[in-house]
């Protein structure tokens, strides 16, 4: 059983930045497609990007360019750097794994969930 733990967090001013972590533990996230997703208040959780087990990238068009999404296998940790943040971005952003392996913007595909943390972005 995967579990995970979303940390970083915290208010952030309209273009600054915020580094999200997520530390997994019970298995190696290396051979998982590591995913982000946040939810907004009054709106459903929509997918943010994602890095399969063979390190290809995707991304959703509204964070293309500002977030990347890397990992760090031997700390068995992922990373959500996120810069040139909007209003729009505030969320709780969570953390997800994919055992299947190919990347996927689908909360199916994903077996195993953080409780999320808050981001919050102001003027």
């Known amino acids: 059983q995967v579990q995970l733990v979303e940390s970083g967090g915290g208010m952030a001013q309209v273009g600054g930045s915020l580094l999200l972590s997520c530390a997994a533990s019970?298995?190696?996230?290396?051979?998982?497609?590591m995913g982000w997703f946040r939810q907004a208040p009054g709106k459903k959780r929509e997918f943010v990007g994602c890095?399969?087990?063979?390190?290809?990238?995707y991304y959703d068009k509204s964070v293309k360019g500002r977030f990347t999404v890397s990992r760090d296998d031997a700390k068995n940790t992922v990373y959500l750097q996120m810069n040139t943040l909007k209003y729009e971005d505030t969320a709780i952003y969570y953390c997800a794994a994919n055992p299947r392996g190919l990347w996927s913007t689908l909360e199916k595909e994903y077996d195993y969930w953080g409780r999320g943390t808050q981001v919050t972005v102001s003027s």
């Open positions: 019970g298995g190696t996230i290396s051979v998982y497609t």
């Open positions: 890095l399969s087990e063979s390190d290809s990238p």
